[in-house]
């Protein structure tokens, strides 16, 4: 049984990911002394893993994936403009990791 093309829909979210986790990591490095410094930098490195197992097919990173970002709607509760923008980016990676296409990739990955 083979594998099915990678759809562009989970490439894009996998390398957002990775982008943002990388980015991210070396960013709040810089804030090694801070007490909340390992919970960011495993935030982040959480991120990394999921960009990077999502590029294999994961089923499991699609979920972590989703988790992440549903995280990130839940700390931006206090500001209303980073609430919304964090809820529709949830809204658009939860959708485009579960079109038809994105489906099928998960299915077959997981069976071989």
């Known amino acids: ?7 562009l829909s989970v490439l894009v979210v996998a390398c957002l990911y990775l982008l943002v986790g990388c980015i991210g990591f070396v960013y709040h490095f810089h804030n090694f002394h801070q007490l909340d410094f390992i919970w960011i930098e495993l935030t ?3 991120a990394i893993v999921a960009g990077a197992f999502l590029l ?3 089923n499991w990173a699609r979920w972590l994936a989703i988790a ?6 839940a700390i931006s509760y206090g500001d209303w403009h980073k609430l919304v923008i964090h809820f529709c980016i949830f809204v658009l990676i ?4 579960f079109r038809a296409d994105a489906r099928s990739y998960f299915r077959a990955a997981s069976v071989s």
Do not use: D, S
């Open 1 to 7: 049984m083979t594998t099915p093309k990678r759809p």
């Open 44 to 46: 982040e490195a959480l």
């Open 56 to 58: 294999q097919g994961r």
């Open 68 to 73: 992440w970002m549903a995280f990130h709607v």
């Open 94 to 97: 939860t959708w485009l990791l």
